[in-house]
């Protein structure tokens, strides 16, 4: 589907809107090489994400097999170094060594992976980069605390507009809710809360719940302790290491829970919430089941 009326090759639109394509392709901006001079942006749809790419790269063409999509990123086009071409990549006559930088969001799932992969390193210069937003295959039940976090967060951007929601940066410890509320649900959360500070989060927790209020949260248990990387103790506090995609690496509290010890600590400090085991490395909690 297009959006007919949305200028998509003005630099910066994509930022008007939003959705998981948008978000995740206007990260790939910081990874063209500088000095880069000539773009391909692989199945480029109606053309949001070659507007944006003209702000760091003088020539930039969009390629999508789509005739409906080309054709709208077309009559959309007002910035002088773009070109549109209605192809298959893996067919059309590019010549080899022919761009600096390669961007596929969303793309890649719709032609042979592999083929498509050594196509695109073909067509790139020597020093250029190929970046690409694909779709990961969840492994449930494992993945499923993320899938729900990721389903509220997606509803709550979308809705950014609307007065009823409010996102808060801020320490949990900290920050001083406004308004009690029915249900409070955190994901893969309880388990990054130092023991030192287990009695406080509670605390916290409480003071955001309206009478009657439901508890609800998902994490890992102790069946995952032996799937994370470097589990031990600093001053007493389990940490892990977190090594992140550009290789930055971090010790993170976490601290894997049995499901009977959860419960009964909880218990004792006057909560009645069922825990439950969730798949093969999960536990649940509700208060209200």
């Known amino acids: 589907m297009v959006d007919r009326d949305l200028p998509a090759s003005i630099p910066g639109v994509g ?105 695109m390193i073909d067509l790139l210069r020597p020093g250029g980069t190929v970046a690409i937003v694909g779709l990961a295959r969840a492994r449930l039940p494992y993945d499923l605390p993320w899938e729900l976090a990721g389903a509220v967060a997606t509803r709550a951007r979308r809705e950014v507009d609307d007065p009823r929601i409010v996102n808060v940066e801020a320490d949990v410890f900290d920050w001083v809710p406004e308004h009690r509320h029915d249900l409070v649900f955190f994901g893969m959360w309880l388990s990054h809360v130092p023991p030192p500070a287990f009695e406080r989060f509670w605390e916290k927790v409480k003071s955001c719940l309206a009478p009657g209020g439901r508890v609800v949260f998902v994490d890992e248990d102790h069946r995952a302790s032996g799937v994370v990387d470097d589990p031990r103790l600093v001053e007493g506090v389990p940490v892990v290491r977190r090594v992140l995609a550009d290789g930055r690496e971090y010790d993170v509290v976490k601290v894997f829970w049995n499901v009977e010890e959860l419960e009964d600590r909880l218990g004792r400090l006057g909560w009645d919430i069922r825990v439950a085991r969730l798949g093969d490395m999960l536990l649940y909690g509700d208060s209200g089941g």
């Open 15 to 119: 930022r008007q809107r939003w959705n998981h394509n948008i978000h995740y392709g206007l990260q790939l901006l910081d990874l063209v090489p500088a000095g880069a001079t000539d773009a391909l942006e692989v199945g480029c749809g109606e053309g949001w994400l070659v507007g944006e790419l003209t702000g760091r790269v003088s020539n930039v063409v969009g390629l999508d097999p789509d005739e409906e999509s080309i054709s709208a990123a077309r009559s959309h086009h007002a910035v002088g170094g773009v070109g549109y071409v209605q192809a298959d990549l893996l067919n059309h006559p590019f010549r080899p060594a022919s761009f600096d930088f390669i961007s596929c969001v969303s793309g890649l799932h719709h032609m042979d992976e592999e083929v498509g992969l050594v196509r």
